[in-house]
C-alpha cells in the first residue's frame, strides 16, 4: 500500500468516527432533555395511596429492543414541553401499527385481527381491565416474539395471560400440558396454541377455535399426529375414534350440545385417565358424564369412549364391527359372482348364434 492510499483510507476512517459520533450526539440532544430526570437512577414518586411509581427508564433496555432507533417523543407523543405539566397518556401503539403506515414498522393483519377479537372489543368499549398492546409486548423493551427474553416467547405467555386469567392460570399450571411446558416439552401447547394470538374470541364465537364445533380440530393440532404422540406414549387415535363416536357425528351435523374433547376432559384441567384428580378417571366419570346423562354411574364410560372399532380391545364393538365386516364382504362377493355368472352366460350365448364382433356394423340397420 502507497503512503496516499494510506493517507485516504485514515481520513475516511476518521470521517466516518466523526459521522457517528455527530449521530449519537444528534440522538441524544433528542432524548436528553427527557433523560435529565427520567435517566437518575432511583427516579420515582409516591403516589396518595402510597404506590411507588417507578420513572426511571434504562435507555440501553431500549437500545436492545426492536425499536432502537426511536426517540422518546415518537411514542410519547403527547410530551410536547420539558418539564410537561401534566401527567403523560399510555401510548398508543397503533400510531405506527397499522397497514400502511410510512414508519417502517411491519404491515400484519394481525392489527386488524385484534381490533376484532374479545380484547379489541373490550378495549374500544372502554373495559379499564381489556389488555393494550403493551400489556402484552411491554414498553421499553419489546422484542420479537421468537427471542426467549420477549413476554410473548412461547413459554412466557401463560404468565402475560395469567396476570388477569388467574384461576384459569392456575389451572393450567397443574394440567398435564402446563406441567409439560414446565418440564421444558416443546410440543405442549401454551394459551396461544389453543386460543390464537391477536385473534382470540369468546367461546361462543362460531369462528372462536375453542366453540364447541371447532374445539376437537383445535385438539388434533397434536392429537391426531403420531409423530408427536408416540413420543409421549400417547394414543393418536384420540381425535379419530371421537370424530366416529355417538358425540363426534352429532357435533358434525351441528348438535353443539354433544360432548367435546372439553366437555369430558375440561379445557385447562386437563390430566390422564389415571390420575385420580382427572375428569376423566373413572371414579370421576359420574360426574363428568353426569352433567349431560343424569344417573350416570361408574361404569358408564365402559367401552364407550374413544372405541377403536378395530381393534379386539373394543370388546363387543369389535365383534359387532368384525360382523358387518364379513356381511358386507360376503354380500358384496356375491353380488360380483352374480354378475360374472351373468356376463359369462350372455357371452356364450352370443357365441353360440354366431354373432357378430362388437363394433363391427349391425345388420338391422344395412340397406
Ligand atoms: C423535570 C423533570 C422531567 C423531565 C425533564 C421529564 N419528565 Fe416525565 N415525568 C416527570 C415526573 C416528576 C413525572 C411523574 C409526575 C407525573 O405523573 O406527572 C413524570 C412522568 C412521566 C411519564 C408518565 C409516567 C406514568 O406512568 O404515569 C412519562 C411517560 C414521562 N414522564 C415521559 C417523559 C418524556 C418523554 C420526557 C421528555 C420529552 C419527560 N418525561 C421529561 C419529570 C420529568
Ligand atoms: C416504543 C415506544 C416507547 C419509546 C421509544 C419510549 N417509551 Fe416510555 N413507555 C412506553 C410504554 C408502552 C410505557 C408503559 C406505559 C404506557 O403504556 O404508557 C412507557 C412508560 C414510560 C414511563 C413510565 C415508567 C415506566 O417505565 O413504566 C416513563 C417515565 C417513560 N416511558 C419515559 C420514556 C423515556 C424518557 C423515553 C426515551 C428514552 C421513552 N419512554 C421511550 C413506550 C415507549
Ligand atoms: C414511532 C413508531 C412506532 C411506535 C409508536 C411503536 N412501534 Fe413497534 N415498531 C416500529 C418499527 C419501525 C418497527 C420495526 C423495527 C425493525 O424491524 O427494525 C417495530 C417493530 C415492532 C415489533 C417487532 C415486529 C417484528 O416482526 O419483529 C413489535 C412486537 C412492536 N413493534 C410492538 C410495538 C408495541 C407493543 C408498541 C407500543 C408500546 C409499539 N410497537 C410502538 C415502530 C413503532
Ligand atoms: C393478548 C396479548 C396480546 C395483545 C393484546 C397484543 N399482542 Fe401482539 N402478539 C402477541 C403474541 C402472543 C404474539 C406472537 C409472538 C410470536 O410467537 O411470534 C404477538 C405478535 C405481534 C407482532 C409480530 C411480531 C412478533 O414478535 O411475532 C406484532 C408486530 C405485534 N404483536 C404487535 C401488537 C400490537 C401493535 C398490538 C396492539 C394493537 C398487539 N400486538 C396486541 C400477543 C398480544
Ligand atoms: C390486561 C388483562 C388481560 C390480559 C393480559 C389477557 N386478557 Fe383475556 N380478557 C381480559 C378481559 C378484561 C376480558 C373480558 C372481555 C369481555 O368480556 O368483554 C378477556 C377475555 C378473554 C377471553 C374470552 C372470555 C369469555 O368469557 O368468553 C379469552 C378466551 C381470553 N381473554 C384469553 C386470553 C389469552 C389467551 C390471553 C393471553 C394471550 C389473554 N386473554 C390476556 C383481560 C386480559
Ligand atoms: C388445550 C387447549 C387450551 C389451552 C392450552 C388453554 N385454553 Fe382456554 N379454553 C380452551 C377451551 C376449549 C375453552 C372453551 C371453554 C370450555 O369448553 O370449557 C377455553 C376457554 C377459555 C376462556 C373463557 C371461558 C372461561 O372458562 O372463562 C378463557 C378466559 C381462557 N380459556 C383463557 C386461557 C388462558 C389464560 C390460558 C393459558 C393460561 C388458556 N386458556 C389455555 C382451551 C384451552
Ligand atoms: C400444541 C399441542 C397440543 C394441543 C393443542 C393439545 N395437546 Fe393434549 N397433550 C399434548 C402433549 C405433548 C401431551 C403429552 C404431555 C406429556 O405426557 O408430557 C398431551 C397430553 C394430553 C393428555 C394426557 C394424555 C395421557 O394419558 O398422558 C390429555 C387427556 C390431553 N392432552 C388432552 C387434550 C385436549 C382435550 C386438547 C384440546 C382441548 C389438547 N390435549 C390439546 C399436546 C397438545
Ligand atoms: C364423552 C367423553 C369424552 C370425549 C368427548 C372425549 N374424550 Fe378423551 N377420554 C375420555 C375418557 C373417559 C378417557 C379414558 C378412558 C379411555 O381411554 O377411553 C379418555 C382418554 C383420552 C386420552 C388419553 C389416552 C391415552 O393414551 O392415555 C386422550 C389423549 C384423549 N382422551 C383425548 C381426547 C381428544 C383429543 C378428544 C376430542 C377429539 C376427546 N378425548 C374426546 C372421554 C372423552
Ligand atoms: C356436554 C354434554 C355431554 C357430556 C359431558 C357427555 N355426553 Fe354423552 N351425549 C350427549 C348428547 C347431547 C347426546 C345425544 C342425545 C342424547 O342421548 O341426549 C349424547 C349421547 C351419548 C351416547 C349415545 C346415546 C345413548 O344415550 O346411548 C352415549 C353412549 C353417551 N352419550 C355416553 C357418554 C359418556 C360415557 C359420557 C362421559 C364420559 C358422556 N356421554 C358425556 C351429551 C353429553
Not at 21 to 41: I, M, N
Not at 72 to 84: G, K, L, M, T
Not at 123 to 135: E, H, M, S, W
Not at 277 to 300: D, M, Q, R
Request: hydrophobic share 35%.
Amino acid at each position: 500500500m502507497t503512503g496516499t492510499s494510506m493517507l485516504r483510507l485514515r481520513r475516511i476512517l476518521w470521517a466516518g468516527l466523526v459521522a457517528a459520533a455527530f449521530a449519537t450526539a444528534a440522538y441524544a440532544q433528542e432524548d436528553v432533555r427527557c433523560l435529565s430526570c427520567h435517566g437518575k437512577p432511583g427516579f420515582r414518586k409516591t403516589l396518595p395511596s402510597g404506590q411507588v411509581l417507578e420513572l426511571f427508564v434504562d435507555p440501553n433496555l431500549l437500545r436492545l429492543s426492536v425499536h432502537k432507533d426511536k426517540h422518546c417523543v415518537d411514542c410519547h407523543a403527547d410530551v410536547s414541553e420539558v418539564p410537561h405539566p401534566t401527567t403523560p397518556q399510555p401510548v398508543n401503539c397503533r400510531r405506527c401499527h397499522y397497514n400502511g403506515n410510512t414508519s417502517g414498522a411491519p404491515q400484519l393483519a394481525k392489527y386488524l385481527e385484534f381490533e376484532r377479537s374479545v380484547h379489541g372489543k373490550a378495549l374500544a368499549a372502554g373495559n379499564p381491565k381489556a389488555p393494550t398492546c403493551q400489556d402484552c409486548h411491554g414498553g421499553h423493551f419489546i422484542l420479537p416474539g421468537s427471542d426467549l427474553r420477549s413476554r410473548v416467547f412461547r413459554t412466557n405467555i401463560p404468565q402475560v395471560c395469567g396476570t388477569c386469567h388467574l384461576k384459569i392460570f392456575a389451572e393450567y399450571e397443574a394440567s398435564i400440558h402446563g406441567k409439560a411446558l414446565a418440564k421444558g416439552n416443546p410440543d405442549a401447547p401454551v394459551c396461544t396454541s389453543c386460543h390464537g394470538e391477536h385473534n382470540i374470541e369468546k367461546p361462543e364465537e362460531k369462528t372462536s377455535t375453542v366453540n364447541p364445533g371447532h374445539v376437537a380440530n383445535t385438539c388434533a393440532k397434536c392429537h391426531d399426529k403420531v409423530v408427536i404422540m408416540e413420543k409421549y406414549g400417547v394414543n393418536a387415535e384420540q381425535v379419530a375414534t371421537y370424530e366416529e363416536s355417538f358425540h363426534g357425528i352429532a357435533n358434525e351435523f351441528g348438535v353443539l350440545k354433544a360432548a367435546n374433547c372439553a366437555s369430558c376432559h375440561t379445557a385447562h384441567d386437563i390430566l390422564p385417565p389415571s390420575d385420580p384428580l382427572s375428569s376423566v378417571n373413572p371414579a370421576n366419570i359420574p360426574k363428568t358424564c353426569g352433567k349431560c346423562h343424569p344417573g350416570a354411574n361408574a361404569n358408564f364410560a365402559n367401552g364407550r369412549i374413544h372405541i377403536d372399532a378395530k381393534d379386539k380391545s373394543a370388546g363387543i364393538v369389535y365383534w359387532v364391527a368384525l360382523g358387518f365386516k364379513i356381511l358386507t364382504l360376503s354380500t358384496l362377493a356375491g353380488l360380483f359372482i352374480h354378475i360374472g355368472l351373468d356376463l359369462y352366460r350372455k357371452i356364450r350365448n352370443h357365441q353360440k348364434a354366431g354373432g357378430a364382433k362388437p363394433g363391427a356394423p349391425s345388420s338391422e340397420i344395412q340397406p
